[in-house]
């Protein structure tokens, strides 16, 4: 099957910026992929991966897909195996930055096809991380395609989510599904992009969408909220906001856990501590899971047993959390192929 070419953006970095028939397009590759996962694709390019953080599947699944697809991966650490980098316009750069953005970007970009960086939040200043800075200055001043491997938003573990939902359901259409969305305690705050982007995604789909939290402060960015209601409009389901785990888990469908720190908080941590502390008791657990409707329960991983999820629900035939992982693989294998595709149209289109 070769690659559908749907109207999309150069880059894959949030899915929102993708429309449907995209999407649907990038999932049915997958789904070919899954079938006949090596191919050629890929042959004789390059992709460089660029990691701020680490990684186990995203790196593994990463590096195998080009290799099944014919294709070759570099993986970089700046301020390890590669020189640090400045991301701030204008900056004067005394400190331990050795490289600015425009350079990096344009360099690579004459050697690889394609780009992929991983880049965490700073955990300091939520006005200053929002702005995803990393990934928005590779897609700037890159000239081939840029691929979110995970920032304040991981739209592959969004596709990966779907296509496990469609298989276990064995159906493409989500609509009517009761999904909710659960903050689980952890004992330090973390990244809400997975949060961010299961609320897009499930939201985008048509799902009833519950997000189960402890208190407003742990409501997402405002960006998230109101797109996620935009979805709504766009595409029918609903959003609920609910504090309560036994009235969020009634009836459900899907059950998603993940942690995230409360933003109002955000570089204040040990003052949020304590909030978090009161809610261990958000855990997914066996009783929880038995007010559903014979929900399936998934979780991105990593994921802390006995803390975020018992050991009764992640051993449980319920739990997907490995198909999805393992989803990642035909996933970037379609988005990394369907980008090469549509740019070489593009290249095409314009010689």
């Known amino acids: ?12 970095i949030d899915t929102q910026d993708w429309s449907r028939p995209a999407l649907d397009a ?10 006949e996962p090596r191919g050629e694709h890929l042959r004789g390019r390059t992709i460089a991966l660029v990691f701020f953080n680490p990684s186990l599947r995203t790196r593994t699944s990463f590096e195998i897909g080009a290799f099944h697809l014919g294709g070759h991966a570099v993986v970089l650490a700046p301020g390890k195996d590669a020189w640090p980098i400045e991301f701030e316009f204008g900056a004067v750069m005394d400190g331990d930055a050795e490289e600015y953005i425009a350079e990096v970007a344009r360099v690579l970009s004459r050697y690889v096809d394609l780009i992929a960086v991983r880049a965490f939040p700073k955990f300091v200043d939520w006005s200053i991380d929002r702005q995803d800075r990393v990934l ?13 491997m995970e920032s304040i938003v991981h739209p592959c573990q969004e596709l990966a989510h779907v296509l496990a939902l469609r298989e276990h359901f064995g159906c493409d259409d989500l609509r009517g ?3 909710v969305l ?5 004992p330090r705050p973390l990244n809400t992009a997975v949060a961010n982007s299961a609320l897009t995604i499930a939201t985008r789909y048509g799902m009833d969408v519950t997000l189960l939290c402890p208190t407003d402060d742990y409501l997402l960015d405002d960006r998230y909220m109101q797109r996620a209601h935009d979805n709504v409009l766009a595409h029918g389901g609903s959003l609920t906001i609910s504090h309560d785990p036994q009235q969020a888990y009634r009836g459900a469908d899907v059950v998603y856990a993940k942690s995230w720190g409360a933003l109002p908080y955000f570089g204040r941590w040990e003052q949020e501590k304590p909030i978090r502390d009161a809610h261990r008791h958000f855990i997914v657990d066996e009783q929880k899971m038995a007010l559903t409707n014979s929900a399936v329960f998934s979780h991105c991983l990593p994921l802390r047993r006995n803390v975020k999820a018992t050991d009764g629900v992640m051993d449980s035939p319920a739990c997907i959390a490995i198909a999805e992982a393992g989803n990642r693989l035909p996933v970037q294998q379609a988005v990394m192929a369907g980008l090469l595709a549509a740019r070489a149209g593009i290249v095409n289109r314009e010689s």
Do not use: E
């Not at 200055?137 to 840029?146: D, S």
């Open 136 to 148: 928005r200055g590779f897609a700037m001043h890159a000239t081939v395609p840029v691929i979110n």
């Open 1 to 12: 099957m070769k690659p559908i070419l749907s109207s999309h953006p150069r880059n894959f």
């Open 182 to 186: 659960t903050w689980t305690y952890h």
């Open 177 to 179: 599904k009761k999904y």
């Open 26 to 35: 990038l999932l049915a590759q997958a789904t070919a992929f899954k079938r």
